[in-house]
């Protein structure tokens, strides 16, 4: 446990290094917060509110939804590709640590370093630009804690599980622009899932994808409490354990894949 | 000909501080410091030449190499080749010059050797027929023609640094540089490259400079030999003359057929175990065979040998020469 | 040959060689146009679908209605996509500069900027012609756009302008890792950017940010004011009969910028290992 603490805490510094990356990264942030929020002022132009949801709350979503894209950043996919792209996934999967879990320890790192990087600059610069994402309820943030947590981790086994995909011929770059434009669509990360049919609606909930953005957000602006709440989490629960599953599986594989080939 | 007048060279280095102290400090400033790595150097070298660059890791030498090759811009100070600053007039004076770098190769790593040459003899203009011949005399040197057809991520490393010594010498260059090319070579691959350099200096009259750690690149190819150390030149010369001047001297190793040796006043013994003994003695002051004569007439000579001072110990005198 | 049409003819026959790499490069490992023929049209029927969610449960944005929509999208696909052909290892720049990849076009003689961009020609970026042209036809089909010699001229001095802007702005960006030495990867924030400003009308942001997008950073001019005037459309900010013809001399003109600026830093250039 204690070198993967030490991984962690070697990330948070390398995270930090970079002044023009973390500077350029806040800039582009907040240059797609505000772009996001002036597209829903222009909607907003023609109608007090839709689908029974008026400005102010969307304008939150745009706000709180930059907030998670920041904590939902992952790294494993690009370490796991880059590690089968020069070929020292053999060595890797070897070592007494476990890989993935230091994988792991790496983008907990960087998430803590960006929560002060990056999380602080945009709450405040969404304020002054854009409106003070209150909170709906007091009791509701435990709930929306709880739920981003889950989404964390639920968010980090895709994309270690995504990252799997390296092992086989595939151009992984390619792939990675695919997961990233499907998840920012299907999981109501711009655009909440209240806007579409009532049929997609019923389809995306049933993939994972939902419980990154949707869901966490949905309790923030008040829309879902109650019963739905706890059926929310306790779906996100499900998908936790399932990908779990499925993550414990196919890196079984993967490690013994590689001891034949490359033993 | 190549004039390198004054030329200097400044890095900034950015100090990153220790720590978690050290990183938030370093998200608001930054504090850096210059570096010198090229102070001031100047020489000339003359058409034909082979010029070896010697000097410890970060003496400088590779910026220099850089510097005349075009790479990298001096902080002040010009370089010259065949009369027009390389900086200023930089695509003229390069259709004149090859670079080889050990350490990275200027061959499209997916596709196969000759697509590289192509792209090459259409940079530099080179027509069908002289490009047809220079790949023919490369051919009798390094066995080249072989490797045209093979895949260059698929090449040894010897292959590669063949490939890439043809790639410098297509366009017919008057100037060739060569950064550490032996670095990581099998003996057999030094052997042609420094086979290639000998004959397209002797063939084509090429100006050839290279910076090296390996001794032997020195002593096999260079009339003439630049040592620089922390930026700055400290001897430049003929390698024998360098040696005359700050290793002067000679070592006469000596078996006896008993453990005595015997002393002589115009030498020193500086070695001496079982029946080995090493003296050493500065050219002016005795001949190896008067020396000789003087010890066997005191103990019975089994065997011996005389060492001249080597490269090495020239690099040695010289760093250290530095230090005090 | 000699003089300016000689060394005209050098570039173009070594861009011949170089699209011919490129070609045998993709021909080497096919699965990555797999790949990509995959990625590129799921981002952008994303984007589209983006479009349609917007109209059908909001009406019109800023005057601007589905068609009209769909032929900017379209066009602003189309620019991206020839800007990802040509320019897009500006977006990498730091990865080169650090690992001392300049060396050798510093040796070469021919321009840096030149054997940086087409050495690295990205020939699979044809695959994001596809989606755009797909939704670019379906709105000249929606706004009934009239395919004259003329209006295709118009369309092809449009997409020139609008490849230059894009390609000057990802020039300028990368080149700042020459001081930087740091490897910043712009990719995901410039395209999103891009994205955002040139396949939307500009109206719809307030006007410091039209200011801006419009004189600081022309990506007003990639798609916006060109394809309003195109259209008829008229906006409150910016009058002008002649955008298309504006966007391909800013592109212009940002190119020229981004050169000297790439020139400028080029300058500070450490090559790897020092």
């Given at each position: 446990?204690?070198?993967?603490?030490?991984?962690?805490?070697?990330?948070?510094?390398?995270?930090?290094?970079?002044?023009?990356?973390?500077?350029?990264?806040?800039?582009?942030?907040?240059?797609?917060?505000?772009?996001?929020?002036?597209?829903?002022?222009?909607?907003?132009?023609?109608?007090?509110?839709?689908?029974?949801?008026?400005?102010?709350?969307?304008?939150?979503?745009?706000?709180?939804?930059?907030?998670?894209?920041?904590?939902?950043?992952?790294?494993?996919?690009?370490?796991?590709?880059?590690?089968?792209?020069?070929?020292?996934?053999?060595?890797?999967?070897?070592?007494?640590?476990?890989?993935?879990?230091?994988?792991?320890?790496?983008?907990?790192?960087?998430?803590?370093?960006?929560?002060?990087?990056?999380?602080?600059?945009?709450?405040?610069?969404?304020?002054?630009?854009?409106?003070v994402p209150l909170l709906a309820s007091g009791a509701s943030v435990l709930m929306f804690l709880?739920?981003?947590?889950?989404?964390?981790?639920?968010?980090?086994?895709?994309?270690?599980?995504?990252?799997?995909?390296?092992?086989?011929?595939?151009?992984?770059?390619?792939?990675?622009?695919?997961?990233?434009?499907?998840?920012?669509?299907?999981?109501?990360s711009m655009i909440p899932l209240w806007f579409f049919p009532e049929w997609l609606r019923i389809v995306l909930e049933a993939f994972p994808f939902v419980y990154l953005y949707q869901l966490p957000l949905s309790i923030y602006i008040g829309k879902c409490d109650g019963m739905s709440l706890i059926r929310g989490i306790t779906i996100q629960l499900v998908w936790l354990a399932v990908l779990s599953f499925i993550f414990y599986i196919l890196q079984k594989r993967a490690a013994r894949k590689v001891m034949i080939q490359g033993g | 000909m190549i004039e390198v007048k004054n030329i200097c060279k400044s890095y900034n280095v950015i100090q990153k501080g220790e720590g978690f102290r050290g990183a938030l400090k370093g998200l608001i400033s930054r504090e850096s410091e210059k570096v010198q790595a090229v102070k001031n150097l100047s020489f000339h070298i003359q058409p034909g030449e082979i010029v070896g660059f010697i000097g410890p890791n970060g003496a400088g030498k590779s910026t220099t190499i850089k510097m005349m090759s075009g790479?990298?811009?001096?902080?002040?100070?010009?370089?010259?080749?065949?009369?027009?600053?390389?900086?200023?007039?930089?695509?003229?004076?390069?259709?004149?010059?090859?670079?080889?770098?050990?350490?990275?190769?200027?061959?499209?790593?997916?596709?196969?050797?000759?697509?590289?040459?192509?792209?090459?003899?259409?940079?530099?203009?080179?027509?069908?027929?002289?490009?047809?011949?220079?790949?023919?005399?490369?051919?009798?040197?390094?066995?080249?023609?072989?490797?045209?057809?093979?895949?260059?991520?698929?090449?040894?490393?010897?292959?590669?640094?063949?490939?890439?010594?043809?790639?410098?010498?297509?366009?017919?260059?008057?100037?060739?540089?060569?950064?550490?090319?032996?670095?990581?070579?099998?003996?057999?691959?030094?052997?042609?490259?420094?086979?290639?350099?000998?004959?397209?200096?002797?063939?084509?009259?090429?100006?050839?400079?290279?910076?090296?750690?390996?001794?032997?690149?020195?002593?096999?190819?260079c009339d003439r030999i630049i040592i620089i150390n922390n930026g700055e030149l400290i001897e430049d010369g003929n390698l024998e003359e360098i040696v005359d001047r700050i290793a002067p001297y000679k070592t006469l190793v000596v078996e006896y057929y008993d453990e005595k040796a015997p002393e002589h006043a115009r030498c020193e013994l500086f070695f001496h175990e079982a029946n080995v003994a090493k003296y050493r003695f500065m050219k002016k002051d005795i001949t190896a065979a008067a020396l000789i004569q003087a010890l066997s007439a005191e103990a019975q000579i089994k065997d011996v040998s005389i060492e001249e001072a080597g490269i090495d110990d020239i690099i040695r005198i010289a760093y250290g020469q530095l230090k005090e | 040959m000699k003089g300016i049409a000689g060394t005209i003819f050098h570039y173009i026959d070594v861009t011949f060689v170089n699209i011919r790499m490129a070609l045998l490069r993709v021909v080497e490992y096919p699965s990555n146009i797999i790949g990509w023929l995959l990625s590129n049209p799921v981002q952008f029927l994303v984007g589209f679908a983006t479009i349609q969610f917007a109209v059908s449960e909001f009406g019109d944005i800023n005057g601007w209605n589905y068609g009209q929509l769909a032929f900017l999208y379209g066009l602003a696909?189309?620019?991206?996509?020839?800007?990802?052909?040509?320019?897009?290892?500006?977006?990498?720049?730091?990865?080169?500069?650090?690992?001392?990849?300049?060396?050798?076009?510093l040796t070469r003689p021919m321009s840096v900027l030149y054997q940086f961009f087409f050495t690295n020609i990205n020939i699979i970026g044809v695959t994001d012609l596809i989606p755009g042209l797909c939704v670019f036809l379906y709105g000249c089909h929606k706004v009934g756009f009239h395919w004259s010699i003329g209006n295709v001229f118009m369309i092809f001095v449009l997409l020139t302008g609008a490849t230059l802007i894009r390609g000057g702005i990802y020039i300028i960006l990368g080149t700042t890792t020459f001081w930087t030495r740091s490897n910043n990867d712009f990719a995901q924030y410039t395209q999103e950017i891009f994205d955002k400003t040139t396949m939307y009308p500009l109206s719809m942001y307030p006007e410091g940010v039209q200011f801006v997008l419009t004189y600081l950073i022309p990506i007003g001019w990639v798609t916006f004011y060109p394809v309003s005037n195109m259209l008829g459309l008229s906006n409150d900010y910016l009058q002008t009969s002649a955008a298309v013809w504006l966007t391909l001399l800013i592109g212009i003109l940002v190119m020229v910028l981004a050169a000297l600026f790439f020139r400028l830093g080029l300058r500070n250039y450490e090559s790897a290992g020092n």
């Open positions: 446990m204690k070198i993967y603490s030490y991984v962690c805490k070697m990330q948070i510094l390398r995270s930090m290094t970079y002044k023009f990356n973390v500077y350029g990264n806040i800039i582009m942030q907040t240059i797609i917060m505000l772009t996001t929020s002036f597209f829903w002022k222009a909607l907003y132009q023609n109608a007090e509110t839709v689908q029974g949801v008026e400005i102010g709350s969307m304008l939150t979503y745009t706000v709180i939804s930059s907030c998670i894209s920041v904590i939902l950043t992952t790294n494993v996919e690009q370490r796991i590709t880059r590690s089968v792209e020069k070929g020292t996934i053999a060595v890797d999967l070897m070592r007494p640590v476990n890989i993935f879990a230091v994988f792991f320890a790496e983008d907990l790192g960087n998430v803590v370093a960006l929560l002060f990087q990056n999380l602080l600059p945009i709450i405040f610069i969404g304020c002054i630009f854009i409106q709880i739920s981003l947590c889950l989404a964390f981790f639920i968010n980090w086994l895709l994309a270690a599980i995504f990252g799997m995909w390296a092992f086989t011929a595939i151009n992984m770059h390619a792939l990675l622009q695919v997961k990233r434009h499907l998840i920012r669509l299907l999981s109501g | 790479i990298l811009t001096p902080s002040s100070g010009e370089i010259l080749i065949n009369g027009r600053d390389i900086h200023k007039y930089r695509k003229q004076v390069v259709q004149d010059i090859g670079v080889v770098f050990g350490q990275r190769s200027q061959l499209d790593w997916d596709l196969r050797l000759g697509e590289s040459f192509e792209l090459l003899r259409h940079i530099y203009r080179i027509d069908k027929a002289k490009y047809e011949e220079t790949l023919n005399i490369m051919d009798q040197i390094l066995e080249i023609k072989p490797l045209l057809s093979k895949p260059v991520r698929q090449m040894s490393l010897g292959q590669r640094v063949k490939g890439d010594l043809v790639a410098a010498m297509l366009h017919a260059p008057s100037v060739l540089f060569l950064d550490e090319p032996t670095i990581g070579l099998d003996v057999g691959a030094k052997y042609s490259l420094r086979k290639f350099v000998k004959e397209v200096n002797e063939e084509r009259n090429t100006t050839v400079i290279l910076t090296t750690h390996d001794l032997g690149d020195i002593e096999q190819l | 696909v189309l620019s991206h996509a020839l800007s990802m052909i040509f320019f897009v290892q500006g977006w990498f720049m730091g990865n080169y500069v650090i690992h001392g990849e300049f060396d050798r076009y």
